[in-house]
């Protein structure tokens, strides 16, 4: 019974409500009338032409319920105000606004993997920011953002408190207090359903791994969705290209512990069944060159299908089609599969499509280099017909300048002009200058400044230009230096130095000096995009100050062209350089040779080098590096070969594990005497290089094994083998971000007891 009347009692006061709702809105229901003004209360920041601008009405309009509403409804988008009302008094209209308070300030707290700058920029995207009207809405998106940027770091544990501050002037202060927790990592990796391979097999193709002694540079041990993604990628890849046509991946998951510290992922792969290739054919369009196509096939039959050499053949097919202006030939693969004996027939079909020439070459990327600098590089012209071959040479000599990290051509149809298409070449510039600065005081020498700068793209002009300088007394050195590559239109380089440098061994003031002042020019000419012809003239005057410890070589030397000698040097002398890259060659070799005669002076002489280079891609990140030098040096006239034309061995970039310029002749070693070079010298370097272990695919830090061997000889000694030195040894190189490094760390295979080790080596220059 109590519940009935309950129910009973619930019924009329429903009613009752309804009733009075409905006589309310007839109360209120808004009659049109004709607005005789419109006045504005509330505004504090907001201008009154802002509102003004936003009703949809003006004096003498008729106002009506739906313009009410409107105008409400457009104010309220403004985003400006969190309250908005509008009365009548006599056919006034005032409209009663309050404004939303402005954020002053956005601070964080406790937060350390990111800087505040940069999360205050993530805020700004989504309209939180300093100076913006304050929506109590925008706290949770802000949270959100803030979470989604820390678990993109792997960062699960995040908890975020945000503190809203009023302050005067209708302001807020915004915190956010973070605690971010730990980082989560990644505990394990399981492949599930493989059967031919091993699952550390496959574990060693993802980036993505449990962590390694170098985890903390490359953080592999950290989840990323797009990282799996492409590890995912790469272990299909695997497959795809040892002939598991079929092969499919049916689930990545991943899991992360309770206490948002360990993440574990799970691949389910369906390996499926391997097949052989049985026969490769042709068919469609060749231009009648079916020879020279059939000459670019790396598929072969009688042996698993690799999707890696029919993207290899497709990428030469069409890359030879646009050699003849074809820029966007197809060549499409068609399979056909016999399931019964697991064996797949190859059919590549080629469209030429239509021929194409080249409207207009682009530049982008370049910020600082100038466009002509790389302009000047390209083979390919504008309003020429396409030519893929020119357009791959244009893309390796612009690497070659060693100006940018990275270099890349795309190929855009022109709109309504299908014989047309545009080349835009695009570039990611890199720091080609180098500084060392250096200061020292002694109580024999005084104060000691030293200052070396050296651009290779000086102001974006493609011209180096180069500065050292030392105000030691031991080593007093002035040296001025430019290259012009382009002096004339044609691409003839010139080359200017000027140099001034005294050298005392000793503090003694009483000490030997020798100084040496001299100055050359040199001009290359291109006779073709590889090779490089060089000729230049100097002269030079070497000038010994007599004092005491004066080397027996050195006085010998003064005896014979007395105590100031000068020589007038003609320079000849040819490079070839057909690299992929200047900053990490894969392939490709350098050739380098050089002779200089003094033709007039005290001094005649003739002295030369051959260097040659060749990189071979072991595979896509390991590559081989070898490299050869051989340098002579004799006498022209009736005086003997000069000393301070001596070549010099041992350190970096010689015969690794010595000290640097340390080496010994033999008859220097037979007398008990120190170092100071021979007139040849032979040098044999070996290497191979791949990623740092643990380093991922990082293209910067390498790490690399060598074998060095050299030998430095008097002028009537003959190359033998049995005077040479060599060592082995391991080392890493890194384009950091003060510089490239280089440490090298060797141990000798052939030494004599007087030479001077030097275990550990490195270099190291400053970029800006």
């Known amino acids: 019974m109590r519940t009935l009347n309950s129910l009973r009692r619930s019924v009329v006061y ?13 109360a209120w229901a808004l009659e049109p009338f004709v607005v005789r003004d419109i006045r504005i209360e509330g ?13 949809p009405v003006r004096v003498g309009d008729s106002f009506t319920e739906e313009k009410a509403s409107a105008s409400i409804r457009s104010l309220f988008s403004l985003g400006l105000f969190k309250d908005v009302r509008i009365d009548n008094k006599d056919g006034v209209i005032v409209v009663i606004v309050e404004e939303r308070p402005n954020v002053a300030e956005v601070d964080f707290s406790g937060n350390r993997e990111f800087d505040k700058d ?27 953002e803030l979470k989604t940027q820390y678990i993109n770091k792997s960062l699960y544990g995040i908890e975020i408190v945000t503190t809203v ?19 989560a990592k990644i505990s394990e990796i399981n492949i599930v359903g493989n059967k031919a391979f091993t699952a550390d097999k496959l574990r060693g193709l993802f980036d993505s791994d449990t962590g390694n002694w170098l985890s903390w540079y490359t953080k592999s041990n950290r989840y990323s969705r797009t990282k ?35 993440i574990a992922i799970t691949v389910s792969v369906t390996e499926g069944e391997q097949f052989v290739v049985s026969e490769i054919k042709l068919a469609g369009n060749y231009l009648n060159k079916e020879h020279e196509f059939q000459s670019l096939v790396t598929i072969k039959a009688g042996e698993p299908y690799n999707a890696n050499d029919v993207a290899q053949t497709t990428k030469a097919f069409t890359d030879y089609f646009a050699n003849f202006g074809y820029a966007f030939a197809r060549a499409e693969v068609r399979t056909s599969v016999d399931r019964a004996t697991n064996r797949v027939a190859i059919t590549l079909v080629a469209d030429p499509s239509r021929r194409v020439y080249v409207r207009r070459i682009n530049v982008a990327g370049n910020d600082r280099t100038r466009d002509e600098v790389i302009r000047r590089e390209f083979r390919q012209l504008e309003a020429a017909w396409y030519d893929g071959e020119k357009i791959r040479t244009s893309r390796n000599r612009v690497d070659r300048l060693g100006y940018f990290t990275n270099v890349g051509i795309d190929t855009q149809e022109v709109a309504g002009s299908p014989d047309q298409v545009d080349l835009t070449i695009t570039v990611a510039e890199k720091p080609t200058g180098s500084i060392s600065l250096g200061a020292g005081i002694s109580s024999a020498e005084g104060l000691g400044l030293s200052f070396g700068f050296k651009q290779d793209n ?10 050292e300088l030392n105000t030691s007394k031991a080593n007093r050195t002035l040296v001025l230096s430019t290259t012009n590559p382009y002096f004339t239109d044609d691409g003839v380089s010139r080359s200017l130095d000027l140099y001034q440098r005294t050298a005392r061994p000793y503090a003694d003031v009483d000490s030997y000096a020798i100084e040496t002042t001299g100055v050359g020019v040199r001009f290359g000419v291109p006779f073709s995009d590889a090779d490089t012809v060089y000729f230049g003239i100097g002269w030079d005057k070497t000038r010994i100050l007599p004092g005491t410890y004066l080397p027996t070589v050195y006085d010998d030397y003064a005896k014979e062209y007395g105590f100031e000698a000068t020589a007038l040097p003609v320079t000849v002398g040819w490079s070839r350089d057909t690299r992929d890259s200047a900053l990490v060659p894969s392939t490709g070799r350098v050739i380098r040779t050089n002779a200089e005669w003094s033709v007039s002076g005290d001094m005649r002489y003739v002295r030369g080098t051959a260097q040659f280079q060749q990189f071979y891609p072991i595979s896509r990140t390991i590559t081989a590096a070898f490299n050869s030098e051989l340098s002579l040096g004799a006498a022209t006239g009736s005086s003997s070969y000069p000393v301070f034309k001596n070549y010099y061995l041992g350190g970096l970039g010689s015969v690794r594990g010595f000290e640097q310029g340390s080496l010994t002749t033999a008859a220097q070693r037979a007398a008990s005497l120190t170092a100071t070079g021979g007139a040849k010298k032979v040098v044999f370097n070996a290497e191979v290089l791949s990623p740092f272990p643990g380093g991922g695919s990082d293209r910067t830090l390498r790490a690399f094994a060598f074998v060095d061997a050299g030998g430095i000889y008097a002028p009537d000694e003959s190359l033998q083998l049995g005077d040479m030195r060599a060592s082995y040894g391991v080392g890493v190189s890194w384009i950091s971000p003060v510089g490239p490094l280089r440490l090298a760390i060797a141990r000798p295979l052939s030494k004599f007891d007087a030479d001077r080790m030097q275990n550990v080596q490195f270099q190291i220059g400053t970029t800006f």
């Open 228 to 262: 799996l993604n492409a590890d995912v990628e790469s272990l299909r890849a695997f497959y795809m290209a040892r002939g598991f046509l079929e092969f499919k991946v049916d689930a990545s998951q991943v899991a992360i512990s309770p206490d948002k510290k360990d």
């Open 43 to 55: 505004l504090q920041r907001v201008e009154a032409g802002t509102v003004f601008a936003s009703i």
């Open 165 to 183: 501050t009023p302050i005067e002037r209708n302001r807020v202060n915004v915190s956010f207090a973070i605690t971010e927790g730990e980082i």
């Open 14 to 26: 429903g009613l009752c409500i309804a009733f009075g709702g409905a006589l309310m809105q007839a």
């Open 458 to 467: 000086a102001f974006g002009s493609g011209n180096s230009l180069g500065i």
């Open 118 to 144: 940069l999360l205050k920029r993530a805020l700004r995207d989504i309209g939180l920011s300093e100076g913006r009207p304050f929506d109590k809405a925008l706290v949770d998106r802000a949270e959100q």
